[in-house]
């Protein structure tokens, strides 16, 4: 029976999922509780092995349906090897992305049928649910755009899923604004295109009005 809380982060490219989540995790730990930043894909060795194979676009041959195979490998071995034991310890797990984006990307964008992802979700993630979930909206243009100019400042090329038409990543918008009203109690919309600083005390604010503290 898990004794910590399990909060994740989603929402398009460049909505600044990191950023809060690096934020979010400090600020829990000021409750003096124990903490674990962590990501998808990746979190464990095997994950992060498959993370680059899936980044590179390496698996875009096997297409939708095998890259959202490979995503639930990884989160396999990310729940059993990270996830659920810190959760065991009492840790608050916060996680940059985790199902809802198989959901919108390999769902509701990449055509793979909802009944294979509510299949993979039973027998993969099980009760391991998220208490929490964040999701940071803003248009998909903007969160381009901010990925965009960091990959520039990084001197890399876009990945994978960032080089994908506008329109896959406006429906990737809209699929998450629909897992938020589907799923009000675990789900909390922030508006993302504010100032960094105004979004962490948006989600800070209501962590604490969600868990009651
Ligand atoms: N994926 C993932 C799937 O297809 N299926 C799945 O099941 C899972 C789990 C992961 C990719 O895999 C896909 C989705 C992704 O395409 P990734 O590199 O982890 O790849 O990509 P993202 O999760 O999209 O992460 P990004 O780094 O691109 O975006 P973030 O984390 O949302 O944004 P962040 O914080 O890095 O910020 C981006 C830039 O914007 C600035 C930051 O400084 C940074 O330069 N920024 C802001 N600028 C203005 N105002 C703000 N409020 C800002 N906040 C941050």
């Known amino acids: 029976m898990p004794l910590g809380k399990f909060i994740t982060l989603e929402g398009g490219e460049g909505a600044g999922k990191s950023t809060q989540a690096k934020t979010l995790r400090d600020r829990i730990a000021t409750l003096g509780v124990e903490t674990l930043l962590t990501r998808e894909p990746g979190g464990s060795p095997r994950a992060e092995a498959i993370r680059a194979v899936l980044l590179s676009g390496k698996a875009k041959r096997y297409g939708p349906i095998g890259e959202a195979l490979l995503f639930y490998v990884a989160r396999d071995s990310h729940l ?39 299949a993979l979700e039973r027998i993969v993630i099980g009760p391991t649910r998220p208490d929490l979930t964040f999701i940071l909206d803003l248009p998909a243009e903007e969160g381009l755009k901010r990925a965009a ?12 899923f960032e080089a994908m038409s506008p329109r896959f990543h406006e429906s990737l918008r809209r699929e998450f604004l629909e897992i938020a009203q589907a799923e009000p109690w675990r789900c909390a919309v922030i508006d993302a295109t504010r100032p960094a600083q105004a979004v962490a005390d948006d989600i800070w604010a209501t962590l604490i009005q969600r868990f009651d503290l």
């Not at 797990?93 to 919108?104: L, M």
């Not at 100019?149 to 994978?160: E, H, L, V």
Request: hydrophobic share 45%; glycine share 8%; net charge neutral.
């Open 80 to 118: 059993e090897l990270t996830i659920r034991p810190a959760l065991a310890r009492g840790a608050w797990v916060v996680c940059d992305r985790f199902h809802d984006s198989t959901r919108a990307y390999q769902g509701a964008a990449g055509g793979v049928p909802i009944a294979a992802i509510d």
């Open 149 to 160: 100019a960091r990959a520039s400042a990084d001197n890399q090329a876009a990945d994978r």
